[in-house]
């Protein structure tokens, strides 16, 4: 029996959420394994009913646990409090730092089905694309210190400090190569050395460890023009291997071009592989409640947990097959398509999944 602990966090985590735990229950069934859930609060709601965004309970829960499931935290109701005392600052990173995740997995590709879903014109995307985007996790500058505000009126001033130790692009760029090794041995690395010091050294050190691995093609590409050459032939991309902060913005617009940041899933993982699973996409205040967000991030975020920390590649590639398979039928929620009348619901859409698992 493995434990899991289920953090759904504010927003549309919960519901999410809810769909990745009916998928996970019929997995078990269809594949003979046992979890064991155990919830606790996190971000926003986790400050209303604890006073903090990342209480002691949750955070020995998470240490305690095979595996963490996150939902997203944040939204307008905590935006009004110190920036330090937010969310996303207080609970979110430091569970990232404390369990030394450094490195993000975010794969987007298109469903088959989905191509006219995805905001490019049919002749760029064509029979689509499968990206890796590999993201350093815990340094950069979303870490680095000092950061702070200083003086007043027109002469006050905020400043954070991008960081990178040598051995913090080492680990996430060997990831990145051993993941090109597995797909079409191809790294792109995306920086900014023509401006910023920190990606003068990770483009060097990713150099380094290129020759370690002759077999894999190696490109370094400037993050504005990577930004711009994913609308424009995203096939020429297979991992690209990023910083925390380009990690961040890039995988979100290779999420959109697969159709919809409600299809993008994500793996967080240190050394040991322990991992956090969650999708890429926030806690989206504006559809929050209304019962329409894409469970989907979540569901393969679900099946992500299954193969990197549990050991249950089986039933995460059923998963996955599972997940096509709905689509394919064109079974959409409402980000999918125009034609909102015929959009399912999150609920509608776990249901399909969870019918189409067991009926494989
Ligand atoms: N990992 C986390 O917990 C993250 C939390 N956030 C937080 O979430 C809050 C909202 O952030 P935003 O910048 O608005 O980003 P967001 O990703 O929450 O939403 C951006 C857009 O994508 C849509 N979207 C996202 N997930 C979707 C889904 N599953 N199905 C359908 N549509 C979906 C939203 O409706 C919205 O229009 C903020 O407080 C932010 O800090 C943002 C990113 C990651
Ligand atoms: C909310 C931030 C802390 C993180 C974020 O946007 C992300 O990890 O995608
Ligand atoms: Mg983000």
């Known amino acids: 029996m493995k434990k899991i602990a289920v953090l759904p966090g504010d927003g549309i985590g919960p519901e999410v959420m809810k769909e990745a735990i009916k998928v996970l229950d019929a997995a078990q069934e269809k594949y003979s394994f046992e979890l064991e859930y155990e919830y606790a609060d996190v971000g926003g709601i986790a400050i209303d009913n604890h006073k903090t965004a990342l209480p002691q309970a949750t955070l020995e829960l998470c240490e305690n646990s095979d595996a963490v499931l996150f939902g997203s935290v944040g939204g307008p109701k905590w935006e009004s409090l110190p920036p330090d005392q937010q969310p996303e600052r207080a609970a979110l990173l430091p569970l990232r730092k404390h369990f030394d995740l450094f490195c993000n997995l975010r794969p987007a590709k298109v469903f088959p089905s989905l191509t006219k879903s995805c905001p490019l014109r049919p002749d760029i995307v064509g029979d689509g694309f499968d990206i890796l985007c590999v993201r350093e996790l815990t340094s950069g500058i979303y870490f680095g210190t000092p950061k702070g505000r200083e003086g007043q009126g027109p002469d006050e001033f905020a400043f954070d400090t991008m960081r990178y130790k040598r051995s913090e692009i080492e680990r996430i760029a060997r990831m990145a190569f051993d993941a090109a090794r597995l797909r079409n041995k191809k790294v792109t690395s995306v920086d900014k050395a023509n401006v910023l010091t920190t990606m003068v050294?990770?483009?060097?050190?990713?150099?380094?460890?290129?020759?370690?691995?002759?077999?894999?093609?190696?490109?370094?590409?400037?993050?504005?023009?990577?930004?711009?050459?994913?609308?424009?032939?995203?096939?020429?991309?297979?991992?690209?291997?990023?910083?925390?902060?380009?990690?961040?913005?890039?995988?979100?617009?290779?999420?959109?071009?697969?159709?919809?940041?409600?299809?993008?899933?994500?793996?967080?993982?240190?050394?040991?592989?322990?991992?956090?699973?969650?999708?890429?996409?926030?806690?989206?205040?504006?559809?929050?409640?209304?019962?329409?967000?894409?469970?989907?991030?979540?569901?393969?975020?679900?099946?992500?947990?299954?193969?990197?920390?549990?050991?249950?590649d089986d039933a995460a590639d059923a998963i996955d097959g599972a997940v096509g398979a709905t689509l394919a039928k064109g079974i959409v929620t409402a980000d999918l398509t125009s034609d909102r009348e015929s959009a399912v619901t999150t609920v509608e859409m776990g249901d399909a999944i969870v019918a189409e698992l067991l009926a494989r």
């Open 201 to 312: 050294l990770w483009r060097e050190v990713v150099m380094e460890v290129a020759r370690d691995y002759p077999d894999v093609e190696l490109n370094h590409i400037y993050v504005d023009n990577a930004t711009m050459q994913l609308v424009r032939y995203p096939q020429q991309f297979d991992v690209m291997l990023c910083g925390n902060m380009f990690g961040d913005i890039v995988s979100d617009e290779a999420a959109m071009l697969t159709g919809s940041m409600g299809l993008l899933a994500s793996a967080s993982l240190n050394a040991d592989k322990f991992g956090l699973y969650e999708p890429a996409g926030g806690s989206a205040p504006d559809i929050a409640g209304k019962g329409i967000a894409n469970p989907i991030a979540q569901i393969l975020s679900g099946a992500m947990m299954l193969r990197y920390s549990l050991g249950q």
